[in-house]
């Protein structure tokens, strides 16, 4: 090969490897501009007997605030289900969501926890803290399962408790600005903490509470069974959560204080300014609640929970019944709080703040032209009503959904 040829060869290899090359550095660019942020261990949480299922100590994720933010703070609870009875908890309590020992240490932080101000307009400043779930009552429970062999602290409430203790000296004590929120179970922890939440902040905050995907309801499913109701009484009797419930909830339900679980009986009793996000065909409960795989062991629903688009007129009429039903449920709140805020899509989606494509970008779902983030925060800053009720599927294309 000549000199001249060989220079040429070098020069083909060397263009065709740098797109790999400059590539590579995007997307080590692109890492070091997400929010990482660390595991704090509470170390004082063994005081007061707050421990995750396995006895491990509880932890929250915090990412300091700065600027004109410096002294607002926004807690995010964790969501990931329940266990409801010793089978369910003594596996849980061997994964991450009943210890801290099998959790990430490092998370990453979107939507309404990132730092980002093109990303999160209105809190990227703020402390902004993960609070992690390892409880499996929803941070309500207050109890303890030995029976020589095993052993599980069902201790979710201490645990709450334990995390505010820790976070009142670092700055939360001082708050001027405060919104506690969270997604799926931990949506569902913010209607039974949210009172709770303000009464250990300066009596001059601005403190608010937010459920994404908590809306959970007391609906019977296709074969006209209670099968959530009987479920959350399950985790409500063996966690020992009645006793951390609304009691004026409890007491107007009695003999059946366990429903005061399902947020459409806590919100009526609930005094902080209250934002429910939710969308109207939420997928966890349409198949958990709606189509639970034992009101449907022929799997007629199989493809219609896969693509909405496969569902017959019958599934569709179900569905829109569910919504009806969400709606119904929400009517009193929607006309007659008047410092509420509620944004319900018709998406087939479940947890919306914590995802970026969701929260807020060029092609989030919206409402009457509005995002998810522009909702929330018009509602939190007082700057216009923010109730936001979308039509009835399919007419949303805006929507990104989440099944499968």
Not at 184 to 194: I, P, R
Not at 384 to 399: F, R
Request: glycine share 6%; with cysteine; net charge positive.
């Amino acid at each position: 090969m000549s000199a001249c040829a060989f220079i040429k060869l070098v020069l083909v290899l060397l263009t065709c490897a740098a797109p790999r090359r400059i590539n590579s550095q995007h997307h080590e660019q692109e890492a070091e501009r997400r929010d990482l942020v660390k595991m704090t261990l509470v170390q004082n949480a063994s005081s007061i007997g707050a421990y995750c299922l396995d006895g491990s100590l509880p932890a929250y994720h915090l990412d300091r605030g700065f600027g004109a933010g410096a002294r607002n703070w926004l807690l995010q609870f964790e969501g990931g289900g329940w266990c409801n009875d010793i089978k369910s908890c003594l596996e849980r309590a061997a994964t991450r969501r009943g210890s801290t020992r099998y959790m990430s240490k490092v998370e990453v932080f979107s939507g309404i926890l990132s730092n980002n101000a093109s990303l999160n307009p209105d809190f990227y400043n703020w402390n902004r803290v993960k609070i992690r779930y390892c409880d499996g009552a929803s941070f309500a429970g207050d109890a303890v399962f030995k029976n020589g062999t095993s052993l599980l602290y069902f201790r979710g409430q201490r645990i709450w408790r334990a995390i505010i203790l820790d976070l009142l000296p670092k700055g939360l004590g001082q708050a001027n600005k405060a919104l506690l929120s969270g997604c799926s179970a931990g949506g569902l922890a913010t209607f039974h903490h949210c009172d709770d939440f303000t009464a250990h902040l300066p009596r001059n905050a601005s403190v608010k509470c937010l459920s994404d995907a908590g809306f959970f309801l007391d609906a019977r499913d296709i074969a006209m069974n209670h099968t959530m109701r009987y479920f959350f009484k399950s985790v409500v009797t063996l966690q020992g959560v009645v006793k951390n419930l609304n009691t004026n909830c409890t007491s107007s339900l009695s003999p059946y204080p366990e429903q005061c679980f399902f947020p459409q009986y806590a919100l009526p009793y609930i005094r902080t300014p209250y934002f429910i996000l939710n969308t109207a065909y939420d997928v966890y409960q349409f198949h958990h609640i709606l189509v639970p795989p034992s009101a449907d062991p022929h799997g007629h629903w199989y493809h219609c929970k896969l693509n909405p688009a496969a569902c017959n007129a019958v599934q569709i009429n179900t569905l829109q019944g569910f919504r009806r039903y969400m709606l119904e449920t929400l009517q009193n709140f929607l006309v007659n709080s008047t410092r509420g805020g509620m944004y319900i899509n018709s998406c087939f989606a479940h947890c919306q703040s914590e995802s970026q494509d969701t929260w807020f970008a060029p092609d989030s779902p919206r409402v009457h032209n509005k995002t998810i983030s522009e909702a929330v925060g018009d509602w939190y800053f007082g700057r216009k009503v923010s109730k936001e009720i979308d039509c009835a599927y399919p007419c949303n294309n805006s929507c990104h959904n989440q099944l499968g």
